[in-house]
């Protein structure tokens, strides 16, 4: 008997301990963030054009 709670209860911790990782992934309601890289052109102070790179995420 003490040996199959013993069991029991470390079976139940293996599962949780697997378990909560996976779940801490999750990001709300479901929707991973995406991000992507786009460039934008804009002026210097001396009129010179300037590619910035700006990551956009939603």
């Known amino acids: 008997m003490r040996r199959s709670c013993f069991a ?4 139940m911790t293996i ?3 697997f378990a909560m990782p996976a ?9 991973k963030p ?3 890289v ?6 210097g102070a ?3 054009v300037v590619l910035k790179r700006v ?4």
Do not use: E, M, P, Q
């Open 23 to 31: 779940k801490a992934a999750d990001y709300s309601y479901g929707c």
């Open 46 to 48: 001396y009129g010179r």
């Open 15 to 17: 599962t949780l301990a």
């Open 38 to 43: 786009k460039t934008a052109k804009t002026y």
């Open 8 to 11: 029991t209860a470390l079976a």
């Open 34 to 36: 995406g991000c992507v």
């Open 55 to 58: 990551r956009v995420c939603n």
